[in-house]
């Protein structure tokens, strides 16, 4: 048990460092009501829910919930399969979990093309993940094509974020 | 790149060389198909008012009349205070030597009456120059709601009968209306008059709705909604603003839909797999058809006016590139080759043209070329301009044009198919995806 609360909290501690958002953490700071000044000056509080390896948090900001593509490619790159062989790996096990890929373009496309392209880079994903092992009938896929970009400049630093598939997940039943 | 477009320009102006109004000896009539640089002066001295309490209506007519006529660069109209004279009376004779010295082409008369709810509009039109009348008087009545639609009446009939082709200002424009930031943009299905006019909301903005496509007599819609989490197909009957999801095959995401020329199928996108096919569904029967069968990009399917052709874009070379099929499927033959991307093409009501976006060295244009692929002509170059519409008549293109960066705002612009008179249409706020509609009846 100690052995375990020491992993979890390195991981926490990791999963802090590497994010550059702290208000994604938004119950960090929420102290249990229950939390006493023990004797010895130990202070007691709930874990952050991203530090619960079976927690969509946990999902979305250790494992990762996206990948990214280069211009009009739904080609994985070498780091995206890193990422959607950990996505397989929790879906695995946290099973009572389904997921909706959403597939995503950069602005510099018409916008019917963008939706066929978002659908690709969704689709690649799904794919990649039934490769995995992860069962067809859990994943669903969407496109937005460029109608939800992430960043908003019309650089490539911006575009390169928008181009992306997003793996979301919830608990549900397959239908 | 400036020194290509102005190639461009040379080249157009050559091809469509400038004639000039007509002379005194030849009838007033401006020949579109050779282009015109100079806009031809007419008059238009505000209309009178029949009965008392008609006067505002007058001057609106007489305003909108005015325009009309001068938004399509074909003509100018001469102020007011250069008028030698007024007319006395509708039904006075004309003193067209007072409107010679002022050098106007055409004169255009009218008078308005308003009697209760209902508005009555004549007009007449005058070639100046022969000192006789263009086709005889006409009057339009209606309710007082609609007189901006006379008004458009009128100047279809004045633009009709100078240049012989078809007028387009009595129409209107089906498009999405934008609010907010580009990264939580709200949009609407919208309608409006063809000059910006009494904007209507179809659908609320609590769902992202895509491209809607009028049918050809103006009476339904298609679009794309994400209302239930998933883009489908919608169709929504104009006068009842009623809606309901077109069945397709099963899919991942429907979209990208078009009406056939007599309303009763439906061409659209859907996405199986990740791949992207062109499909059809009679509305009648629920029939489905699949029209393309790739592993590559198949989209925006739009039919040629007579109904035996399809054209699309598909990427089954490597890039977006512009095919024609048969409308039943079939082997299509590929019709752009210039350099870049070419989508959106949209089959020209007259059946002579197809119009198209392109993307090249990282600048989206509006073009139109022959429906064989030849004589390509690029009309309009930005930072993003996307989705071009024909007016009723095929002779002007409505697109939506996006400004760069954060800040980054839709609007509607208007063109005419030599490139000239790139105009904004006015809308309350962002806009993109025109669809223009039919001539009204």
Redesign the interface.
């Given at each position: 048990m100690t052995y375990f609360i020491k992993t979890a909290l390195v991981i926490g501690t990791l999963a802090l460092g590497a994010c550059t958002n702290a208000d994604r953490f938004d119950s960090a700071d929420a102290v249990d009501l229950n939390a006493q000044a023990g004797a010895g000056g130990i202070n007691q509080s709930a874990l952050d829910p991203s530090q619960n390896p079976t927690s969509p948090q946990y999902f979305s900001q250790t494992i990762g919930d996206r990948v990214l593509f280069e211009n009009d490619s739904?080609l994985l790159t070498a780091q995206g399969r890193a990422t959607l062989d950990g996505q397989a790996g929790w879906l695995g096990t946290n099973s009572d979990y389904l997921a909706v890929i959403e597939g995503h373009a950069d602005?510099?496309?018409?916008?019917?093309?963008n939706?066929?392209?978002g659908?690709?880079?969704?689709?690649?994903v799904?794919?990649y993940l039934i490769s995995k092992g992860v069962a067809s009938s859990r994943i669903?896929?969407?496109?937005?094509g460029k109608?939800?970009?992430?960043?908003?400049?019309?650089e490539e630093s911006c575009y390169a974020q928008n181009r992306r598939a997003v793996t979301i997940i919830s608990i549900g039943q397959v239908s | 790149m400036m020194i290509r477009f102005l190639t461009f320009l040379a080249a157009a102006m050559m091809a469509f060389a400038f004639t000039g109004p007509a002379t005194a000896q030849e009838p007033l009539r401006l020949t579109l198909r050779d282009g015109v640089i100079e806009a031809l002066p007419f008059a238009l001295p505000q209309f009178e008012a029949e009965v008392a309490g008609s006067e505002q209506m007058a001057a609106d007519i007489s305003r909108v009349v005015a325009e009309d006529l001068t938004g399509t660069g074909l003509f100018r109209q001469i102020p007011a205070t250069s008028f030698i004279s007024t007319p006395s009376g509708f039904a006075s004779p004309v003193a067209f030597a007072d409107w010679r010295a002022i050098n106007a082409q055409a004169l255009v008369t009218g008078a308005v009456a308003v009697n209760g709810a209902t508005v009555t509009v004549k007009f007449r039109l005058y070639d100046v120059f022969s000192g006789q009348e263009m086709g005889e008087g006409l009057q339009f009545s209606g309710t007082t709601d609609g007189w901006r639609r006379m008004a458009h009446k009128v100047a279809d009939a004045v633009y009709s009968r100078i240049t012989g082709e078809a007028g387009y200002f009595d129409s209107r424009v089906v498009f999405v209306a934008e609010t907010g930031p580009k990264d939580d943009r709200a949009k609407r299905v919208a309608i409006m008059d063809y000059d910006g006019a009494n904007v209507q909301y179809l659908t609320d903005s609590s769902t992202i709705v895509l491209a809607p496509r009028f049918s050809p007599n103006g009476d339904r819609i298609l679009f794309t909604s994400y209302e239930s989490g998933f883009p489908r197909i919608n169709i929504l009957d104009v006068a009842s603003v009623t809606r309901q999801q077109l069945g397709t095959v099963e899919g991942e995401m429907a979209f990208s839909p078009r009406f056939s020329l007599d309303g009763r199928q439906v061409i659209y996108s859907l996405a199986n797999g990740g791949n992207t096919d062109i499909y059809r569904t009679d509305l009648a029967t629920g029939q489905h058809s699949r029209l393309t069968n790739t592993p590559a990009i198949e989209t925006a399917p739009s039919f040629s006016p007579d109904g035996s052709q399809i054209v699309f874009e598909s990427d089954r070379s490597g890039t977006q590139q512009l095919y024609v099929m048969p409308a039943n499927g079939g082997e299509p033959q590929r019709i752009s080759f210039g350099n870049g991307r070419y989508g959106t093409p949209v089959w020209s009501p007259r059946g002579d043209l197809i119009a198209f976006t392109k993307q090249e060295a990282g600048r989206f244009h509006i073009g139109v070329m022959r429906t064989d692929g030849s004589e390509e002509r690029l009309l309009t170059s930005s930072f993003l301009d996307e989705g071009p519409t024909w007016a009723p008549n095929g002779r002007v293109i409505m697109f939506a044009r996006e400004t760069q960066g954060a800040g980054g705002t839709t609007a509607l612009y208007s063109v005419d198919i030599t490139g000239r008179n790139l105009r904004r249409v006015p809308t309350p706020q962002g806009a993109s995806d025109p669809s223009w509609g039919p001539l009204q009846r």
């Open positions: 739904s602005e510099k496309g018409t916008r019917e093309y939706l066929a392209l659908a690709r880079r969704a689709n690649a799904r794919e669903r896929t969407v496109s937005y109608e939800r970009p992430l960043a908003v400049c019309s | -």
